[in-house]
């Protein structure tokens, strides 16, 4: 099932961050979310159709059948669907700002877990660097990879990367 929050807007709550946004399922706007950042549940609504309806519990029975979130070796949760949507929306805003460092940076790391920058030692974004320049800054990164570790760039051509 795709996932989605669209037109985001975070701001200050009384305890902690708040946001409000659109979710979206399978590309179809479900309802509206509001964090109110106070620690309360999340809210969700309206639901407008039956199709709404039924793609939201069938994301709330996914969310269900998630495994505990183990936290050390005496703590886990069981997640819920305001722990999945927080996490989704962290997801989204860290993959805009890799999408922006793509530009002028290659970046590397484990995916989903973290990644380090090397900026380019040209003012050129990459879009406009030869394939014999950016060929040399990918080769250099390459060797100095350690295991799991990839180029994460979406923007490279694909000749330069070889990530297998």
């Not at 962290?90 to 900026?119: A, M, R, S």
Request: aromatic residues 10%; glycine residues 6%.
């Amino acid at each position: 099932m795709k996932k989605e929050l669209k037109k985001v807007k975070q701001f200050k709550g009384r305890q902690m961050d708040g946001f409000s946004a659109v979710l979206y399922l399978n590309d179809v706007k479900v309802c509206d979310v509001i964090n109110h950042g106070d620690g309360s549940a999340f809210y969700y609504g309206p639901l407008l159709t039956g199709q709404q309806k039924e793609l939201l519990s069938e994301f709330q029975m996914i969310v269900s059948s998630l495994p505990p979130i183990k936290v050390d070796d005496n703590l886990s949760f069981e997640p819920d669907m305001d722990y999945y949507l927080s996490e989704l929306l962290e997801t989204q805003q860290v993959q805009v700002k890799l999408e922006k460092l793509y530009k002028n940076h290659i970046v590397f790391g484990i995916p989903g877990n973290w990644f380090e920058l090397k900026k380019l030692k040209t003012h050129l974004p990459i879009s406009e660097l030869s394939d014999k320049h950016l060929q040399i800054y990918v080769n250099e990164i390459k060797l100095k990879l350690k295991p799991n570790e990839q180029i994460l760039n979406t923007n490279l051509r694909p000749l330069q990367v070889g990530n297998e």
